[in-house]
């Protein structure tokens, strides 16, 4: 939902989380996990600003992106048959790696990686790419690999985690995949008409090519993200040391060194359909508790 904190006026977006089928422990797990969500601190993650409990529902503010979603862009470009360059692909992908990877230094795995929730922000005439909806994510404690829970999106999930083996940071990697297959395409790598039928062309199956628009190295990538046993994919670091990236970098820092307009960058999309108004009125900032905090419904 859409919130206004009316100390500030300012818009935020409020994810809300059903407790009730949560045990005790789940419930302060789940906090646990908002508390150290909100402490992460990244240009390229939609920032957490607070969170309370009302009732039986988990509250957690967030900062709003006021440019929609990656999901509503590509299905956008989709209907005017109007591809993405590579280097507008290369610059959010890049933003994109960039955030996951500080995820990934924290022990946190996102794994509900897709591009509805990938957000776009803009600032001075940048479309800047945000890590969005952690609600799902896992803090990975100790030296512990691997998350066995199978969570994540059909579309997005990974080989291993559709034949129930654990989740690791490798399939956030294959779910960034995904997304940057997308984004070439304009549709998603795998469909099917059931779960089974999708997940069976996950296992067995390779994605359809990519346009031939794109360039070989390009292409490759993808294929190496998205090569279906994790131990084969490479990590983040090791696609931000490739050639083709490291001159994209290269490229985009002497561009900031010498300002000129870049064609590249998407226009601001339309403005987004009417949400559920909802103010947060407090007398202080919440810190983890019900205390003096409010929700209103303003609309429908």
Known sequence: SLARDVRNGRDYCLKEISLEAFSEGEREQAEQEVQVLRSLDHPGIVRYHEHFVSGETLCVVMAYCEGGDLSREIKRRAAAKRPFSEAQVLDWFVQMVMALRYVHSKRILHRDLKTQNIFI???QAKALIKLGDFGIAKVMEGSMAAASTVIGTPYYMSPEVCQNQPYSYKSDVWALGCILYEMCALQQAWNGSNLL????KIVQQKYPPLPETYSPKLRE???LMLAKLPNQRPSLDEILAMGFIREFLQSQLSQVSTPKSNPTLAAPAAPLPAHKQLNIS????????????????EGP
Request: charged share 15%; hydrophobic share 30%; proline share 8%.
């Open 282 to 297: 407090s007398p202080s900032p919440a810190r983890g508790d019900s205390g003096g905090v409010r929700a209103r419904s």
């Open 221 to 223: 990538l993808v294929g």
């Open 197 to 200: 039928g999708l997940v069976y």
């Open 121 to 123: 922000a803009h600032h």
